[in-house]
């Protein structure tokens, strides 16, 4: 039995090899090795691009895809790592090693101590937009090309599968509605049909990727140089641990929630700059959902966490599709909505400095446009111009965006109201209207960053009111950055702290956290009377406690919480009866600083 397996499974691993090894064939009229990120020319019958799909809808809907997909990637997955447009070469843009793509150079003296991702500025949006579309440029030369073995009765349809891809995308953003992690990105190996119509089995290239080989200590850090696959959740940081999918799903699922309220967050802001800050703390919590490690008691770090690494993880790709997909719903619903001039402060990379002003004019390295420039945000906002564009967002008309923002991304309290579990907001419910009204309720907050490591988790819980009954976490705050980020400027601090608090000044990151519906949770289980003010500010003067954790998951000390500021604010938010209707906010927030007062990090 087993023996079959194995050998069948051999018998696939070899078909893939062979496809590898064949020249290429047709339509390659690509500019593979120029590292000019193109898109893809090819348009559906009306002359529009075609769609990237949701990874589900692909592999229920369109089987010959899902199949070309499996096993371009599996290709890009087996490519010599030396190539430039090798997966590891593409992954390599991101993170560690930190060497030079191409010809793209960056800031001659942070070369080899600093990677091209920018994160915690806001680049962020407009810069992994060409990043995805390289990467699904060449993964749609490689199917072209796979496409052509099969038969001649089938050649024409597995043309057209072929033409008409594009990477897919994993919803992780709509709460229950984006149900549990796919079965199929949790195991190790997955059956496809090939062009020539057989079915084989082959290591699934969404479970992992294989480092032929890992880089050896120095390009790659401690552990990260000894583990040969991507993992997720390993119990301990030794590098000998494995993928656990069980933990990676059950954190999906406890975590869904809180991701769908926090993109709520994000729709609800007026500017791209404020849209970007809230999508990326968010996006950040789907990369420890991934890779674990970010808190502690869940053991070791996998790749999807650290940023140095996060991009070797198969499901990176689908994940920042999403983020690429919420980018291009924002977009839609405002349109006009451009990046405006912010300081970077302490966020710089290799090609920008710290504490400089960046804008949608500041090139993107090392995305080339052309052979003579780089790719911008301002030139990157129209995603169309690289070929592909999502379900959500083809019509180009406005109000048909901000009607599906509104059912989409309202948040799970208007999902909860609609549904009657209305907890303490049904007492708000006027009689003859067909609206309700309730408060709401975010954290605020704000943390001076070199007192801090540069990855960080603030997570914020309800204490039970026994010593019996466990806390309740209620959301978290999290800034990722690479680990030896600014080591210099923080040794230096790290002496001044000695005799200096951090002050007002130096807290340049900012975030906020949605709290509502862990509020009305608390209602569901007879624990707070209403989501009104004289009832939620006393609960939480007395319940609301925060733990901080850096990145590799160690509880920092009391004392790193001068360098973290948390306020509690309310506003009046009314859901109108029209599903399509956005959730009116009184956009006049109250400040609760007697909330938070007295306590570590609260106002003094
Ligand atoms: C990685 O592969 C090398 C070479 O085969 C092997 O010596 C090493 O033990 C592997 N590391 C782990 C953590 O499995």
């Known amino acids: 039995m087993f023996m079959s397996w194995a050998s069948w499974l051999l018998a696939a691993l070899t078909f893939v090899s062979v496809v590898t090894c064949t020249p290429a064939t047709p339509n390659s009229k690509r500019q593979s090795g120029s590292g000019i990120v ?44 030396k190539e430039p447009n090798s997966y590891y070469g593409l992954a390599g843009i991101h993170g560690k090693p930190y060497q030079t793509w191409l010809n793209a150079p960056g800031i001659s003296y942070k070369i080899g101590s600093s990677g091209y991702c920018p994160h915690s500025m806001a680049l962020f949006l407009g810069w992994h937009r060409p990043y995805l579309a390289l990467f699904e440029q060449e993964l749609y030369a490689r199917i072209q090309r796979i496409a052509e073995y099969a038969s001649a009765d089938q050649i024409e349809r597995y043309r057209w599968a072929a033409y008409s891809f594009r990477i897919p995308y994993w919803d992780w953003s709509q709460g229950e509605q984006s149900g549990n992690v796919p079965d199929f990105f949790m195991t190790e190996t997955t059956v496809v049909t090939t062009p020539e119509g057989r079915n084989i089995e082959i290591w699934n290239p969404l479970y992992k990727y294989e480092f032929k080989p890992v880089p050896s200590a120095g390009a790659f850090d401690g552990k990260w140089s000894q583990i040969n696959t991507t993992i997720r959740w390993p119990a301990s940081n030794s590098p000998w641990e494995e993928s656990r999918q069980s933990e990676f799903a059950a954190s999906f699922v406890n975590l869904r929630r809180q991701i769908q309220d926090q993109t709520a967050l994000a729709f609800r802001q007026g500017t791209l700059n404020g849209f970007w800050e809230a999508i990326e703390m968010v996006h950040g919590w789907v990369h420890g959902a991934i890779g674990g490690g970010y808190s502690t008691g869940f053991g070791g770090t996998g790749h999807m966490w650290p940023l140095e690494y996060s991009s070797y993880e198969p499901l990176f790709w689908l994940h920042h599709t999403n983020v690429d997909r919420l980018f291009a719903l924002y977009q839609a619903q405002n349109p006009g909505a451009y990046l405006q001039p912010s300081n970077v402060g302490s966020a710089g990379n290799v090609f920008v400095e710290d504490n400089t002003v960046v804008d949608g004019d500041t090139p993107l390295l090392p995305f080339r446009h052309n052979p003579g420039s780089f790719w ?13 564009d999502y379900p959500e967002t083809q019509s180009a008309n406005t109000a048909s965006a901000q009607a599906t923002v509104a059912q989409l991304y309202s948040g799970s309290v208007r999902g909860r109201v609609a549904a009657g579990q209305t907890g303490g907001v049904g007492h708000h419910f006027m009689p003859g209207m067909e609206e309700s009204s309730y408060t709401d309720w975010v954290i605020n907050t704000a943390a001076a960053p070199l007192d801090l490591p ?8 309800l204490v039970g009111d026994f010593s019996s009954d466990a806390s309740t976490d209620v959301g978290m705050w999290s800034v990722l950055m690479p680990m030896d980020h600014n080591k210099a400027k923080r040794s230096l601090r790290e002496a001044e702290k000695l005799t200096k608090r951090a002050t007002a000044a130096d807290m340049t990151l900012h975030g906020t956290v949605s709290l509502t519906s862990s509020l009305l949770d608390q209602i569901d289980a007879g624990k707070l009377q209403s989501l009104d003010e004289q009832d939620v500010v006393p609960f939480l003067r007395e319940k609301l406690t925060w733990k901080v954790y850096s990145g590799d998951g160690t509880q920092l000390s009391d004392s790193s919480l001068d360098a973290i500021r948390i306020d509690i604010a309310s506003e009046i938010a009314r859901i109108p009866s029209d599903p399509s209707a956005p959730i009116e906010y009184s956009n006049d927030a109250i400040a609760h600083s007697e909330v938070t007062a007295g306590k570590m990090g609260g106002a003094s």
């Not at 019958?45 to 096993?71: C, K, S, T």
């Open 38 to 81: 193109t898109g893809i020319e090819s348009r559906d019958l009306n002359g529009n691009p075609f769609l990237r799909l949701e990874v589900r809808d692909m592999r229920a809907n369109y089987p010959d895809q899902w199949n070309l997909y499996l096993l371009g990637l599996d290709q890009l997955h087996t490519t010599s790592q």
């Open 454 to 461: 540069p990855t960080f988790v603030v997570q914020f819980s």
């Open 376 to 388: 911008t945000t301002n030139e990157a906002m129209d995603w169309r111009l690289f070929g592909y």
